[in-house]
């Protein structure tokens, strides 16, 4: 008898780990939500190169924990059945530009779709090719106005964590070291604006940051905010998402990437599930 309820305590247990491993498998064949990232990949080898690197690490990101992840370079998908399929929207390095697009992206976000801003998806700077014409994106939804300057060349950062309370900085502890990046300053002051609540800074242990050759372009002290939220929107913008290249050598060789940090992906996974499970 007792031979007998060992045999069945055995099986018991191995046919709670197969129910495990099966639970397991439809779980990551069944994603709870859906990204799509826009992108236009044909300027800047730094900027080509880390939308290359998503697409190969956020499939890989989605796999694991529960998203799946479309790209797309035809910005005219940005359109209200287009975008309905999806729960959060990444740009991962330019805006739109058509005034349809535009308004359609504008109407996504305040009826509660969630998106994820990278590095040169913020920038505007008139006169450029990417001129500042979209006061709602620029000033009201980011808050950032204008780009003013940059550090070079692309270093790495020790990030100071602003708001440890909030479930995108889940697990980072006080500060990380980012990967290596051009860093952005901006015309607006975060700090003054009630909306705006600033989720990463460059610490000051970072200082200074960049290395020239210009002077301008290496910082030695300030404060630079390098992602934050605007709280009206399920929205997140992040500096990261310059790769450094070798420019200087003439090689363009790819010196870093972005996703090889553990961490950073840590608060870019946490964003993603932040944004794609909570209510407006």
Known sequence: MKYFFGRSAMFAALLSGMLFFVNTALAQQKPRFKVVAFFTGKNDRAHISFVGEAHKRLPELGEKNGFTYDSTSNWDN???EFLSKYQVVLFLDTRPEK???RAAFQKYMENGGGWIGFHFAAFALTPSAYPQN???YHDQFLGSGQYKSNTWRPTSAVLKVEAPKSPALKGLGSTFKASPNEW??????LTQNPDIQILLSIDPSSFPLGTGPKQHEIWHSGY??????NKKYKMLYMNMGHNDIDYE????KELSFTFDNEAQNRFLVNAILWLAERKK
């Open 134 to 136: 979209w006061d709602w």
């Open 78 to 80: 940005l359109n209200a």
């Open 99 to 101: 005034p349809g697009q």
């Open 249 to 252: 050598g003439k090689t363009n």
């Open 224 to 229: 630079y905010p390098v992602a934050w939220t």
């Open 184 to 189: 952005y300053r901006w015309e607006k002051d």
